[in-house]
């Protein structure tokens, strides 16, 4: 049987799962640890594509390939430049967070890339990505793309107070993970406040920019809200572990998935990584950057989170430890099952 087991992981032939991330500004140092906590966990190969400014593009590739090659084997990069298909290309990058808006674009120029998961800079996998990749499979015929909700309470949430423009559902989205089917963006034509007929992706996003940016206030992600506001059927609704904010749990925990299965991505949106606002997040982050490649889990990353967590008990988001432990500890024990089923496996036939 152990012989058999090892088998059970997917085979290294499959095609890799598509990583897509914008960086520019200050942003290297989040995304190198965004990019490790994804290979730390994942099974499946990675393809990241990491969409930066020309002044940051030795840097990624000197970082990366000071990687260990037992981690470096787990994925191939590619690094693009920032680039914007249609309209002005000083207006989208000033849109929001510098060069942001350039994930709109990412169906435009991953033209033979089918799927793909976009994060901003500052998510952290507490899980392997092979889980939210999985959700593709869920999506219907309609579905290509999944986003989570910006918040789970409408008469607390940003959108539902102050929004000047449609977004998605009774509280709008969230941007800063979105799984993406790009062959099914491409191929659609979608509904919209332009014209009465459809308009494709690229098509639709100058124009719909040209009529709303008066009333955004974050940027690409409102546009998106705006998009899913007219074709709700377009959109798969993930929950709230799959995108874990500060919002929930600074004002009491609010993300029932998670108290239930653990956070599986974390999103340290607001800075929360380099402040003292939000010390859990904080923790999470540092051990991670902080954890030596080749190192026990346990002995240098579970274990001294464990002990930082124990500083943060006092705020609210730190009264919930479990919420945040439970998904990295079962993914570790996990890496370590396999470890020792691919051992006694290569070992059984002796």
């Known amino acids: 049987k152990l012989g058999e087991q090892k088998h ?68 191939v ?25 350039q994930r709109l674009f990412l169906p435009v120029i991953l033209k ?10 500052d998510v952290l996998f507490l899980r392997p990505m092979d889980d939210i990749w999985h959700l593709l499979r869920e999506f219907n015929s309609t579905q290509l793309a999944a986003m989570a909700p ?19 559902g009774s509280t709008g989205l969230n941007s800063g993970v979105m799984l993406m089917n790009l062959t099914r963006i491409r191929s659609t034509h979608f509904k919209n406040s332009l014209i009465p007929g459809g308009l494709t992706w690229e098509e639709m996003l100058y124009p719909l920019y040209q009529k ?19 074709n709700p059927e377009c959109l798969y609704v993930f929950p709230c572990q799959w995108n874990y904010r500060p919002d929930h ?30 010390p859990t997040f904080r923790a999470l982050y540092e051990v991670i950057r902080d954890f ?31 919420v945040f432990l439970k998904q990295i500890e079962k993914t570790m024990k996990k890496v370590y099952e396999n470890r020792v089923i691919v051992y006694l496996g290569a070992n059984h036939r002796y």
């Open 292 to 322: 030596p490649f080749e190192d026990n889990l346990f002995q240098s990353l579970y274990y001294p989170l464990q002990s930082k967590f124990l500083d943060t008990v006092h705020t609210l988001c730190g009264r919930i430890p479990q």
């Open 249 to 278: 749990c600074m004002y009491g925990s609010n993300c029932r998935g998670a108290e239930l299965d653990g956070v599986s991505i974390l999103h340290g949106n607001r800075g929360v990584y380099h402040d003292d606002k939000q």
């Open 8 to 75: 059970a992981k997917e085979p290294p032939s499959l095609p890799c799962m598509h990583l897509a991330v914008v960086a520019c500004g200050d942003r290297l140092e989040e995304t190198l640890i965004m990019l490790k906590s994804a290979v730390l966990f994942s099974n499946r190969r990675l393809c990241f594509h990491i969409f930066a400014e020309d002044s940051l593009k030795p840097e990624f590739e000197k970082k990366l390939k000071e990687w260990p090659s037992s981690y470096t084997k787990k994925f």
């Open 212 to 230: 709303y940016k008066n009333y955004i206030t974050w940027g690409d992600q409102d546009l998106l809200n705006i998009i899913f506001y007219f």
């Open 112 to 121: 033979d890339v089918d799927s793909l998961l976009y994060v901003d800079t």
């Open 150 to 168: 910006e918040h789970e309470i409408p008469k607390i949430g940003w959108y539902s107070r102050f929004a000047r423009h449609p977004y998605y």
């Open 77 to 101: 990069s590619n690094i693009y430049p920032i680039t914007f298909s249609v309209g002005n290309a000083q207006e989208w990058k000033k849109l929001f967070k510098p060069c942001a808006a």
